[in-house]
């Protein structure tokens, strides 16, 4: 059965596109209403400290760590020390059978008293000639004779008295002693061992004040001056030691085309002497923007900051191109397009469009000191920057 109303299936159409309206009518007649704005984190670009660096490896080094010696042949008698002992100046470390060079004192001391006795006796001789020689009782050649034997008494009694004092220092040669306050190393000998003059003892060093040594290159140092900042790293790259150089090699080596600088520091660390390190020299700061790196969108390989300005009573979201320069570790330097101030949104950015409407929510801006260096190296080739 067919149902045709009036004009046919036109008619239909009609009616149908009348009820529509209607029941667009019904539901008020009004356009979508917008979106509430987005609440969206925001801050203002903030200016920072820059340092422009390079990462090399050093070595530390101290100015008193030596191997000692002995300076006479013979038995180790005693060992006083064990090693990773602190010790004082002066404090004895190892002992030499001194038997020998005891006995050896003994005689000169023998020699000298004997010297001695025989300096008085020709002195006593000279009073009596010179007596008798006054009252014409002796010659003028006996006088001459009891005053020259007088002098070589005398110079027989210095030689006897110098030989003492020669074997006595002989004889201290025997107690090896601390040259200085320090720290005693591997202890090489033993109770009994027959040493010589070129048999190392042991070792002592001082960690207390240490130098970092590091080879640079030579376009580089050019930058330097002294009292640059130098720090020592460890293996996170945190810093551990700061301090500042004293010292620019003012001649470059000629093989590998480096310059050494060098800067002391008083190790609280625990450093040893001889360890290599990871350091970083300073050779220049400045100031400039910097904007966070989870700030920046990229469109086509360019960078752009979403920045904030007030419309119709609100805050919207607009798009900006900038110029980045090094990045930091969380950071980028601003080289253009954002100036000091300006307001920049820090969250939710793959949502938001141009002229976005949101709610802005204001951080206090983060901004570490940026670090632009090179990699770590005999070199210090280009590499990634980081923030200490």
Known sequence: ?????????????????????????DQGGAAPAPPPPRPVDVQPIATGEVRETGEYLGEL???????????????????????????????????????????????????????EVQLDLARTTLQRTRALYQEGLASAQELERATAEVKAAEAAARSASALVSQQSVQLGFNMVNAPFDGTVGEVFVRVG??????????????????EVGVAI???????????????ILDTQGNVVVSSTLF???????????????????RNDVGLRPNERVRARVVYSTREALLIPMLAVVRQSGQPFAMVVEEKDGG??????????????????????????????????????????????????????????????????????????
């Open 1 to 25: 059965m067919r149902l045709v109303i009036g004009g046919g299936w036109k008619t239909v159409l009609a009616g149908v596109g009348l009820l529509s309206l209607l029941a667009a009518c």
């Open 61 to 115: 080094i101290s100015r008193q760590s030596i191997e000692l010696l002995p300076q006479v042949a013979g038995y180790v008698r005693r060992i006083h020390v064990r090693p990773g002992q602190k010790v004082k100046q002066g404090e004895p470390l190892i002992e030499i059978d001194a038997r020998q060079q005891t006995a050896a004192l003994n005689s000169a001391q023998a020699q000298k008293s004997s010297a």
């Open 193 to 210: 061992n027959l040493v010589s003059a070129n048999t190392v003892l042991t070792t002592l060093s001082q960690s207390d004040v240490l």
């Open 217 to 231: 290159p030579s376009d580089r140092a050019r930058m330097l001056r002294p009292n640059s900042p130098v720090e």
């Open 247 to 265: 010292y620019v090699d003012p001649v470059a080596d000629p093989l590998t085309q480096l310059v050494e600088v060098k800067a002391a520091f």
């Open 315 to 388: 805050h919207v979201v607009n798009r900006h191109p900038i110029t980045l320069g090094p990045l930091g570790s969380d950071s980028y330097v601003v080289e253009s397009g954002l100036e000091a101030g300006t307001l920049i949104a820090v969250s939710s950015l793959q949502l938001l469009r141009d002229g976005a409407r949101i709610e802005p929510r204001i951080q206090t801006p983060h901004n570490p000191e940026t670090t632009q260096g090179t990699a770590a190296g005999l070199g210090g080739s280009p590499g990634a920057i980081g923030a200490p």
